[in-house]
């Protein structure tokens, strides 16, 4: 069975104090790994999608890196309005071919206090 | 990416009754999706919304319980219908850009179910 894992389930930094979040999955076959933010009370806002294995996409602060397991959100000198819950999904290949199902984690609740 | 809106953005509604979600997009998609998010748990697809033909539904998720239409490629609607306080939920359409296989989530709709 397709699966999801992300870890931790919330974590709390200082402005300024990198960390990474982590996002294990088991899937058939990997069609494509999905991060997303969402903020309270508003649907997830698109981050990156990975492919393959050794990927890596950027985008400000944000840094999300994929291997044949896990796939890692950094985060660099994270500031308050990084605080959002972040998703981790994967898209997978099955014996009928692509499928565009998003198998979501249950995410990680990021707090950065000032 | 895609500018979707979703009417209404919340509501609180009788056991028994039902409520139809209606999600626009501002350019033709192929693909959308319906998906639920329950508190404190990630999201799940509902069903994939099909333009001129019925939507495919996910295992747990049946028609007479959550009909959708997709009369045209930027509208659909998600019926929940006969309603249990076990309905509350957040329903969330998305769209799927191609080439990457993106999808792009709306605001949502937040349901509560007395």
């Known amino acids: 069975e397709d699966q999801v894992t992300q870890s931790p389930e919330a974590l709390r930094l200082q402005e300024g104090e990198s960390s990474s979040l982590n996002c294990s999955y088991t899937v058939s076959g990997l069609r494509g790994l999905f991060w997303y933010r969402q903020d309270p009370g508003k649907g997830p806002e698109f981050l990156f999608t990975l492919y393959s294995a050794g990927e890596e996409k950027e985008k400000e602060r944000l840094k999300a890196t994929l291997t044949k397991k896990e796939s890692f959100l950094h985060i660099t000198a994270p500031k308050p309005e990084d605080s959002a819950t972040y998703l981790c999904a994967v898209q997978a290949w099955n014996y009928g071919g692509a499928t565009n199902k998003l198998i979501f984690g249950t995410g990680t609740l990021l707090a950065v206090q000032p | 990416s895609a500018v979707i809106s979703q009417k209404p953005s919340r509501d609180i509604c009788q056991r028994g009754t039902s409520l139809t979600i209606q999600c626009q997009v501002d350019?033709?998609?192929?693909?959308m999706f319906w998906y639920r998010q329950q508190p404190g748990q990630s999201l799940t697809l509902i069903a994939t919304a099909n333009q001129g033909s019925e939507a495919t539904y996910e295992s747990g998720f049946v028609i007479d319980k959550f009909p959708i239409s997709r009369p045209n490629l930027t509208f659909s609607t998600l019926t929940v219908s006969n309603m249990s306080p076990e309905d509350s939920s957040i329903y969330l359409c998305?769209?799927?850009?191609?080439?990457?296989?993106?999808?792009?989530f709306g605001p949502g709709t937040r349901l509560t179910v007395t």
């Open positions: 998305s769209v799927l850009r191609a080439p990457n296989y993106e999808q792009y």
């Open positions: 350019s033709q998609v192929t693909m």
